[in-house]
């Protein structure tokens, strides 16, 4: 039999070996993407981490949507973000330590943990010359990559102990930006044939500035400061979300901090997570080429409508950077990100393409009520304008879900910590029942 047959046969055979009748799940009470008929995650653990809040339940059953909230041990992001922006300074350094410690630092802490941070970027010479080597044209994957062969450099990388957990998060969250910029330089490098720039991080600047510094050495104050707010703002969000539920599951075996985080790392890169930011620029590409008059409403609803019917775009049927599991009527990442993508655009001369980008989202979410007409509340969800924003700072796209994993690095530790440290911890492990009728083995020769 042919090979290219065998292959065919078999997946023809998986279409009905895959086949599950939609009614059993409901017949079995099955909460299908662990949620409860409400639309709602199912409750499967406790954290004192991040606290994402989208809706309210009224009392006697029934969801009211509400304007989105996420706090971060406590504080509202809002006002973190808002304070660093007032105070003009960077502060993703300062999230990092409330989320990794659960308290804000005083000022001689945040100094001294910046340095700390400062003096971990540098990587093995050896990680570094595995980066050059690592072929590929993903940089989720040779960031997924590099982080198992660190697992290589730690003499320590088995030990689950709360120090050297603490050890190893410091470490990941330093060394993700250098993996990121020299993974892309050499990206550049090799599929453009431009000059490879290895820089070694500097002393004294803030993550948002070295990872500007390795990546492109030339960068402005502003570019430095709007992705610094960047890293903030998707820095964590709360256990359910299905990287640092990943990063939890994997975890409870009692595995090494480089497995679950490069599951981690696999989970973000999936275009209805952290690869959405990716998806949405793409995207926003499309509609400038397909959109003839970009301020026709008619024109955009129709085009929507086509891409919800799968019939145009990449016919999967999704509208990107729309819609969350948690958040309904805003997701507060989101409306921050606009208003710093509308004073971008001015500033750079771009706000033709933001008013568009402004009109496609307003039509998106009115042609999803239209055509789904499933009575759900949707919003733009965080990637609907980072994308935007990396590109009005110069940064490419291969590198936006990089981006948001160089940020959420904290929040998976953070939620590994927890996983690993709380007196009550227990293997994660849900059920699924089987729905196929026993059968009794035949021999191969009477098959
Ligand atoms: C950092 C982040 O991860 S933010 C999310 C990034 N992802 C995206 O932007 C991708 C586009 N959005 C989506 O796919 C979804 O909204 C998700 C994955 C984010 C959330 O999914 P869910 O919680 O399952 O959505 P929800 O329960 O609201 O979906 C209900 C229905 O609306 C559909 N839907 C939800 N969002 C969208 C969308 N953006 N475009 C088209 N249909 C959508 C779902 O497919 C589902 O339809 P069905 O009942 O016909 O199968
Ligand atoms: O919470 C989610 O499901 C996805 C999300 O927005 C995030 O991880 O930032």
């Not at 410690?101 to 050896?126: A, C, H, T, Y």
């Not at 009527?329 to 710093?340: F, G, M, Q, Y």
């Not at 940064?395 to 910590?417: D, K, S, Y």
Request: charged share 30%; proline share 3%.
């Amino acid at each position: 039999m042919k090979k290219e047959y065998l292959i065919y046969k078999l997946s023809e055979e998986m279409k009905e070996a895959a086949r599950i009748d939609n009614e059993l799940f409901s017949k079995f009470d099955v909460k299908r993407g662990l949620r409860n008929e409400d639309g709602t995650g199912v409750l499967v653990g406790l954290t004192k981490i991040g606290n994402v809040v989208g809706y309210e339940r009224v009392p006697g059953g029934g969801l009211k949507p509400i304007p989105g909230k996420l706090f971060y041990r406590g504080y509202d992001v809002e006002d973190i973000a808002h304070a660093v922006l007032k105070e003009k300074r960077f502060g993703f350094e300062e999230v990092a330590y409330l989320l990794l410690s659960g308290r804000l630092p005083d000022k001689e802490e945040l100094s001294s943990f910046s340095e700390l941070i400062n003096e971990n970027m540098p990587l093995e010479q050896k990680t570094k010359m595995n980066i050059i080597e690592l072929e590929g044209n993903n940089i989720m994957n040779i960031l997924a990559r590099s982080v198992l062969e660190m697992y290589r450099f730690d003499p320590d990388a088995d030990d689950t102990s709360r120090d050297n957990l603490m050890r190893q998060s410091i470490e990941l969250i330093s060394k993700f930006p250098t993996i990121i910029a020299y993974a892309f330089n050499m990206l550049r490098h090799a599929t453009l044939g431009r000059s490879l720039h290895i820089r070694h991080p500097r002393e004294k600047l803030s993550i948002a500035e070295n990872f500007l510094y390795m990546l492109k050495k030339d960068f402005t104050e502003l570019d430095a400061r709007t992705l610094d707010l960047l890293l903030i703002l998707q820095a964590e969000h709360g256990g359910g979300n299905n990287s640092t539920f990943t990063v939890r599951v994997t975890s409870s075996t009692g595995t090494d901090t480089y497995s679950a985080i490069a599951a981690g790392i696999g989970s973000l890169k999936g275009p209805l997570h952290g690869g959405a930011n990716i998806q949405v620029a793409d995207m926003f590409h499309h509609l400038q080429k397909n959109i003839k008059d970009w301020t026709n409403e008619k024109e955009i609803d129709a085009y929507f409508t086509r891409m919800l019917n799968k019939e145009v775009y990449n016919k999967s049927g999704l509208i990107y950077g729309i819609g969350h599991a948690v958040y309904t009527i805003s997701d507060p990442r989101a409306l921050l990100l606009k208003e710093l993508a509308r004073e971008l655009a001015r500033e750079k001369g771009k706000e033709r393409e933001f008013a568009f980008l402004e009109l496609l989202e307003e039509r998106a979410i009115a042609t999803f009520g239209r055509i789904k007409n499933n009575g759900k509340t949707v919003s733009s969800n965080v990637d609907f304008y980072s994308g935007f924003v990396y590109e009005l700072i110069g940064l490419p796209q291969e590198i936006f879900t990089p981006l948001f994993a160089m940020a959420r690095i904290v929040g998976w530790c953070a939620h590994r910590n927890e996983e690993l440290t709380f007196e009550g911890k227990r293997i994660i492990r849900p059920a699924y029942k089987n729905v196929l009728e026993e059968e009794n083995y035949v021999p191969i020769k009477e098959r």
